[in-house]
């Protein structure tokens, strides 16, 4: 099953920039297809080689950065090609 991951990470310092590119470098690194826009990052992938992978990046950047919040959504399917039709 493919999966959409939509995620927001939100590091609670003043130097906030630093963590957000590194996080969103690991993901674009992976196997994965990674689109950006300003507010948010998407990954697309199938669902257990996914959350293996998010698993383990997610726990790198928590154990890097102090405080920091990470809101995230999963889509069962793969949105990686929706374009608005308005």
């Given at each position: 099953?493919?999966?959409?991951?939509?995620?927001?990470?939100?590091?609670?310092?003043?130097?906030?920039?630093?963590p957000i590119i590194d996080f969103i470098k690991a993901l674009r690194d992976s196997e994965f297809r990674v689109l950006e826009n300003p507010l948010s990052t998407q990954i697309y992938g199938e669902y257990d080689a996914l959350m293996l992978f998010l698993t383990a990046t997610i726990k790198t950047s928590f154990n890097d950065i102090e405080n920091v919040v990470l809101n995230m959504k999963i889509v069962k399917s793969d949105r990686s090609d929706y374009e608005p039709h308005f």
């Open positions: 099953m493919n999966i959409s991951v939509e995620f927001t990470l939100m590091p609670l310092q003043t130097d906030f920039e630093p």
